[in-house]
């Protein structure tokens, strides 16, 4: 692994005040969602929808319910990254369709990596279905401040904020959806202070178990 790539993520940090006259370029912004869109998840599945909102009303609808934050105002953009509430036989079928299409191939060659996903997916109740959805987002936001991270871009990833509330803003109801994370990414102040603040991790030695 490169030294850059880790320097860059030292350098990263939880932005806390945004400079409002600093946009991210049409290229930069494309990048992030490529990023995201390219994450991991559970059988390359997707159980999430990210919404980009500029729009400065919404914004502050947001704000009002993210206890005031002002990165929600004052950065370049602000995603939403919203999980599905429930996987139905059909959501699978589309994704069954799009794996087809993509490698050349009949849904019914993948009838058994079908049947796998639709016994996972049927296989846990309501509660762990909606954990395990909300942990395939959490995934698509790291690969989000990583590659934000690689091209100097600065990002603040947020739980602070009435999911009740944000849905109702960005009109999710009816859409099997819920947020569970927001993202602020644009560009730091010159007088955010805790740009400064020496990144707090525990040692390797804490935190790394080798089982040899």
Not at 9 to 19: E, G, M, Q, S
Not at 69 to 87: K, N
Request: proline share 4%; net charge neutral.
């Amino acid at each position: 692994m490169t030294t850059a790539y880790i320097d860059n993520l030292n350098w990263r940090y939880a932005t806390k005040k945004f400079d409002p006259t600093k946009k991210l370029t049409q290229e930069q912004l494309d990048g992030l969602l490529e990023a995201m869109r390219l994450s991991a998840s559970s059988f390359g599945l997707q159980p999430y929808k990210f919404f980009v909102i500029t729009n400065p009303a919404l914004r502050e609808k947001i704000k009002e319910h993210a206890w005031g934050q002002p990165q929600i105002g004052d950065a370049s953009h602000v995603i939403a990254f919203c999980a599905y509430r429930t996987i139905d036989e059909a959501f699978v079928d589309s994704y069954i369709q799009r794996i087809a299409d993509v490698r050349g191939m009949t849904p019914e060659n993948l009838k058994d990596f079908r049947a796998m996903m639709i016994g996972s997916v049927q296989g846990r109740s309501p509660a762990e279905l909606a954990a395990w959805t909300k942990c395939q987002t959490y995934i698509a936001l790291g690969f989000l401040l990583s590659a934000a991270a690689q091209h100097k871009i600065d990002a603040c990833p947020m739980e602070g904020f009435d999911p009740v509330h944000v849905d109702t803003d960005l009109d999710l109801a009816g859409k099997n959806l819920t947020t569970v994370a927001l993202c602020a990414v644009g560009f730091r102040a010159t007088d955010d202070s805790t740009a400064s603040y020496k990144k707090v991790r525990f040692p390797m030695e804490e935190l790394i178990v080798l089982k040899n």
